[in-house]
């Protein structure tokens, strides 16, 4: 394609979305401003069109997201890249929509670089995105011709990000695949227990488990435990998420993993909101359920975790543990090893499967 006009530069750009994050802030803190009523219409439609999206996951993507999208973070972020002298190309963006804002990182690498970003949202998340590009546009008028949005077939584009299942992964690939691409296929999430933890930590990792019900790939849906664990701690520290069951949508998937567990004559462990059963082929797991399998000692283990690193986003470990796993899996950009409670708390150079977006980006100028 020619050359674009994008008549933003790097500090506009900053400063645009600065002040986006700044409005978010300001919403959570119950400030009115006159961006409120278009915020809270956001969210609202978000929900309705998407029941998981609660009140307390979307105040959560708000609430990360005001942070991330500050001056300071901006600042850092990009200071480590040579962002001048960008000749600007159409990036095709699909996003997923299992998350609220899950496609949003990449949305933005692609405005902060200075390319035009082509925003294909998932229809389960389609409000968000266009909300946030708003609030910042709204400050500079000129970035909005730095995104489009595109509900039909692809075309006119330089390169794709795309996120999908392994399923849509290998669609990605056949028609993308002649064009400059990084391509996201399923990633899953697990935590590493040594039977020393505490409680407060079995609680925080209580939010890796639980945030977004689990369906995000850093959500843990796996655990690694030695042999002869005591699941008692565990599930102490689960306890504390009990309301989830009065969820709906939540208890009927319960219900089902149970029926269905039962009849396969699975041995489960279950607290009533939460089934856990014993798993070796597979870190994946339904809504309300968890695999777990056990390790005979730590560099086994973080040989393993090496060796599948292609499947896993985060690994959740403390102490001795998170030392020898992050020993081992050396220059492996991903999984990330995060302590108890931060896998849904990424940075903004927290790169989705270890892959440098913003790198990506660069090459195409």
């Known amino acids: 394609m020619s050359s674009l006009a994008i008549n933003t530069t790097l500090k506009d750009r900053i400063y645009a979305f600065a002040k986006a994050g700044s409005l978010l802030s300001s919403y959570l803190h ?3 401003t006159d961006s409120t009523a278009l915020i809270e219409a956001a ?6 069109k998407n029941s998981w999206f609660t009140d307390d996951n979307l105040y959560h993507a708000m609430e990360q997201w005001s942070q991330a999208l500050s001056l300071e973070e901006l600042n850092k972020w990009t200071a ?6 960008i000749s ?8 997923a929509g299992n998350i609220p804002l899950v496609g949003f990182h990449d949305v933005l690498s692609v405005i902060i670089t200075g390319h035009h970003a082509m925003i294909k949202n998932s229809s389960n998340d ?3 995105t266009p909300m946030l590009l708003q609030l910042a546009t709204e400050h500079v008028p000129e970035l909005s011709q730095s995104y489009s949005y595109n509900d039909g077939r692809l075309t006119g ?5 795309a996120t999908g299942s392994n399923n849509t992964a290998r669609y990605f690939e056949y028609y993308f695949g002649s064009k400059p691409h990084i391509i996201r296929k399923n990633r899953n999430s697990i935590a590493v227990l040594t039977g020393t933890e505490t409680l407060e930590q079995m609680k925080a990792l209580s939010k890796d488990v639980f945030q977004y019900f689990g369906l995000g790939c850093r959500s843990v849906s796996h655990l690694k435990v030695p042999k002869d664990y005591n699941f ?7 306890f504390v998420q009990k309301e989830l069951i009065k969820n709906e949508k939540y208890l009927n998937n319960y219900d089902y993993n149970k029926a269905v567990y039962l009849m396969s004559d699975f041995n489960l462990l279950d607290n009533e909101f939460l089934l856990i059963k014993e798993e070796n082929n597979s870190y994946t797991s339904p809504i309300a359920a968890l695999g777990y399998s056990y390790y005979e000692n730590i560099e086994e283990l973080a040989q393993q975790i090496k060796n599948d690193a292609d499947h896993l986003q985060c690994v959740v470990a403390q102490g001795t543990a998170s030392q020898v796993i992050k020993k081992e899996l050396g220059e492996v950009k ?15 150079n927290d790169y989705a499967d270890g892959v440098d977006t913003v790198d990506f980006l660069l090459t195409l100028s």
């Open 30 to 32: 119950k400030e009115l």
């Open 88 to 95: 600007p190309k159409t990036v095709a963006v699909i996003t």
């Open 232 to 238: 008692d701690l565990f599930f102490n520290g689960m």
């Open 126 to 128: 389609d409000v968000l």
């Open 43 to 48: 969210l609202h439609k978000a929900q309705a």
């Open 334 to 348: 991903a999984p990330a090893v995060v302590d108890f409670g931060k896998t849904q708390c990424p940075m903004l």
């Open 80 to 85: 480590s890249y040579h962002l001048d002298n």
């Open 157 to 161: 584009y330089d390169a794709v990000i």
